[in-house]
């Protein structure tokens, strides 16, 4: 059974850091694109990260040069580091699998929905000014 499980969210101070984890199960996580996604109140989901199964990364332009996504092959894991947050990256924070190679190379991960592959429950963030 596929489970997609993040963890790592909470509460900081603008200008504070977190590391958000996603635990993989029932699938090799490194065979797929894997994407952090961001939903705020009353706004539309964004495609905030990817990477590829060749490890090629992809970044909003909203979060480029603040955060950064990683995997961990051996423990089926992707990680986001979020630094330099802003009051305008509270949201919640899902992990999921959409689609494969090109879906990341080409952009079309970016809006990659919930009837798209395998998503996570999510986990909030909450960036105070």
């Known amino acids: 059974q596929v489970h997609l499980v993040e963890s790592g969210g909470g509460s900081v101070q603008a200008g504070g850091s977190l590391t958000l984890s996603c635990a993989a199960s029932?699938?090799?996580?490194?065979?797929?694109?894997m994407g952090w996604f961001r939903q705020a109140p009353g706004k539309e989901r964004e495609g905030v990260t990817a990477i590829s199964s060749d490890r090629s990364t992809y970044y909003a332009d909203s979060v480029k040069g603040r955060f950064s996504i990683s995997r961990d092959v051996a423990n089926n894991k992707v990680y986001l580091q979020l630094n330099s947050l802003k009051s305008e990256d509270t949201a919640m924070y899902y992990c999921?699998?959409?689609?494969?190679?090109?879906?990341?190379?080409?952009?079309?991960?970016?809006?990659?929905?919930?009837?798209?592959?395998?998503w996570g429950q999510g986990t909030q963030v909450t960036v105070s000014s």
């Open positions: 029932g699938f090799t996580a490194m065979d797929y694109c």
């Open positions: 999921a699998a959409v689609g494969g190679w090109y879906d990341c190379y080409s952009g079309a991960w970016r809006e990659k929905g919930t009837d798209d592959g395998y």
